[in-house]
Nanobody
Framework: QVQLVESGGGLVQPGGSLRLSCAAAAIAFSSNPMDWYRQAPGKQREWVATIFGSGITNYADSVKGRFIISRDNAKKTAYLQMNSLKPEDTAVYYC???????WGQGTQVTVSS
């Protein structure tokens, strides 16, 4: 059974940074593209970023230039470095292997002064 555990969320002031982690188990991690999604209150879940096994990355326009997705295949962990955070980045953040329909519990990110 695929397990995904997100961590690293918290409360941060506008302009601050956070680094999220996603530990995966029971998947062929290195060959799976990994996605990050987020869901703000009252809104649909939206895609944030993808990293392929090769290291190629894609970002939503709303986070391009501020967020950096990375991965450590040996640790089966994906990361999302979030910089220059804005109040509109407030959401629960989830990671997901692109080829597997499985979700973790998410980690809450709140950007507020």
């Amino acid at each position: 059974q695929v397990q995904l555990v997100e961590s690293g969320g918290g409360l941060v002031q506008p302009g601050g940074s956070l680094r999220l982690s996603c530990a995966a188990a029971a998947i062929a991690f290195s060959s799976n593209p990994m996605d990050w999604y987020r869901q703000a209150p009252g809104k649909q879940r939206e895609w944030v970023a993808t990293i392929f096994g090769s290291g190629i990355t894609n970002y939503a326009d709303s986070v391009k230039g501020r967020f950096i997705i990375s991965r450590d295949n040996a640790k089966k962990t994906a990361y999302l470095q979030m910089n220059s955070l804005k109040p509109e980045d407030t959401a629960v953040y989830y990671c997901k292997p692109a080829s597997v329909n499985a979700w973790g519990q998410g980690t809450q990110v709140t950007v507020s002064s």
